[in-house]
């Protein structure tokens, strides 16, 4: 089967940067695209950035010119490099990988949520 963990997440203050990383793991032929979706409190869970297996990037309005979503396809990871961060930005982020196992059925992998605190 395939797991997905993230990592970076943590407190960070207002104005500063942080790192998320993501790793799939398990029974992986190829993956398509890869995303980040993120739960704020009180919140339903929204699409941050997505990233297809071709490089082509979208962001959510919120979040343009200040993240950028990555991927490595040599590690099976994706990565979202967050400045400027917002205390709007509070949440519990996950990622999210079309994988296709090699059975060739495309598995919607998700993670168990690293959770982003962006407090003065």
């Known amino acids: 089967q395939v797991q997905l963990v993230e990592s970076g997440g943590g407190l960070v203050q207002p104005g500063g940067s942080l790192r998320l990383s993501c790793a799939a793991s398990g029974n992986i032929f190829s993956i398509n695209a890869m995303g980040w979706y993120r739960q704020a409190p009180g919140q339903q869970r929204e699409l941050v950035a997505t990233i297809t297996s071709g490089g082509s990037t979208n962001y959510a309005d919120s979040v343009k010119g200040r993240f950028t979503i990555s991927r490595d396809n040599a590690k099976n990871t994706v990565s979202l490099q967050m400045s400027s961060l917002k205390l709007e930005d509070t949440a519990v982020y996950y990622c999210?990988?079309?994988?296709?196992?090699?059975?060739?059925?495309?598995?919607?992998?998700w993670g168990q949520g690293t959770l982003v605190t962006v407090s003065s």
């Open positions: 999210n990988m079309g994988v296709i196992v090699f059975a060739r059925l495309v598995v919607d992998a």
